[in-house]
């Protein structure tokens, strides 16, 4: 159980979202800034390395140990700045690590484990 605390946060940790109806899908995030209420994240590019059931893999897009930032090079920079808070048992995850409602229809996001990420896709 990762348990991350809000004080532990710093600048340039990374953090994912999975979401998704008929498919599952991994987002990567680097924290951009980060304060006792509020963080500010920056999407990072990634990589999928699927199979032949269309199940995969997905990790962050990585180049010389740093992510690279999804839309830098053209101006296209997507960032979030949301109200950090904790999952509670009822939400997804179930435990009390910080989290960021990215989307209004439930995309939360939370520190990745450094693990590569499970996704699926549909036909």
């Known amino acids: 159980m990762n348990t991350t605390t809000a004080t532990e946060i710093k600048i340039g940790d990374i953090w994912v979202s999975k979401w998704g109806y008929d498919q599952t899908n991994a987002d990567f995030y680097r924290v951009q800034s980060v304060s006792a209420a509020m963080i500010t994240l920056a999407k990072i590019a990634s990589d999928t390395t699927w199979t032949p059931n269309m199940t995969g893999t997905a990790q962050p897009r990585m180049f010389g140990g740093a992510p690279i930032i999804a839309g830098a090079s053209d101006g296209g920079l997507k ?45």
């Open 79 to 123: 960032t979030y700045r949301r109200k950090l808070q904790l999952r509670g048992p009822l939400k997804q995850g179930g435990d009390d690590r910080p989290a960021a409602r990215l989307e209004s229809y439930g995309v939360w996001a939370g520190p990745w484990d450094g693990k590569a990420v499970k996704v699926t896709g549909y036909a």
